[in-house]
């Protein structure tokens, strides 16, 4: 499977964006990027997924490199409520490989006053 | 609607007990999966399913056991239980089609 890449923290103001960066060199042409991510004694909840395009929903924006190797979520302004683990993850089209996610140790986003 | 629904939320087991973690879907969705999550770690693959009858092994699925005999139900089982088990134990479900995996509350299990 393709791994990811994220840093283990970040720090927001409240009220500023944040981008969440995700290096995943070893992405195949059928791996879709998912973002999920998991408040405090919660289960993961979907944020956002691409292929190749920029993507926008309610909760963030997805930003893919043009070589696919690496992705950005974008928070356009974070929350105190945005406070969370966000997860990168990569799922193939096939369906042995989309019966699993893998998640990684993801990147501890806190969010300040 | 409920989602995806994990009974019980907190259990203390003694070493050596058995039990059972229940998940259960209104959903209808074919996929549903078990993963534990240790303390700053994320989460792995116990178990999974992709409908009913059909179960297959995740990437830590020593020590459990899972059934899948109807499309809602996937029951996950601890024999035996260890101090390695101690862990947030959670059930999702995905449809078969979907981009989304939905994940239930979490289970929270302590071996002493």
């Known amino acids: 499977d393709a791994k990811t890449t994220q840093p283990n923290s970040m720090e927001s103001n409240e009220e500023e964006p944040v981008h969440l960066p995700c290096n995943h060199s070893?992405?195949?042409?059928?791996?879709?990027i998912h973002w999920y991510r998991q408040l405090p004694s919660q289960g993961p909840e979907y944020v956002i997924h691409?292929?190749?395009s920029n993507v926008n929903n309610r909760m963030a924006s997805l930003a893919i490199a043009e070589d696919r190797k690496s992705s950005t979520l974008i928070l356009h302004r974070a929350t105190l409520r945005d406070a969370a683990v966000y997860y990168c993850?990569?799922?193939?089209?096939?369906?042995?490989?989309?019966?699993?996610?893998?998640f990684g140790t993801g990147t501890r986003l806190q969010v300040t006053l | 609607n409920a989602g995806v629904t994990q009974t019980p939320k907190f259990r203390i087991l003694k070493i050596g007990q058995s039990m059972t973690l229940q998940c259960t879907q209104d959903?209808?969705?074919?996929?549903m999966y078990w993963y534990r999550q240790d303390p700053g770690m994320g989460l792995k693959l116990i178990y999974y399913?992709?409908?009913?009858?059909?179960?297959d092994k995740g990437e830590v699925p020593n020590g459990y056991n899972v059934s899948r005999s109807t499309t809602e139900d996937f029951p996950l089982r601890l024999e035996l239980a260890a101090p390695s088990q101690t862990s947030v134990y959670f059930c999702?479900?995905?449809?078969?089609?979907?981009?989304?995996?939905?994940f239930g509350e979490g289970s929270w299990l302590t071996v002493v």
């Open positions: 993850i990569l799922r193939g089209l096939n369906t042995g490989t989309a019966s699993k996610l893998t």
């Open positions: 070893t992405i195949s042409g059928t791996d879709y």
């Open positions: 691409g292929l190749t």
């Open positions: 959903m209808n969705h074919n996929y």
């Open positions: 399913s992709v409908g009913a009858g059909i179960t």
């Open positions: 999702a479900c995905r449809d078969t089609t979907g981009n989304t995996i939905y």
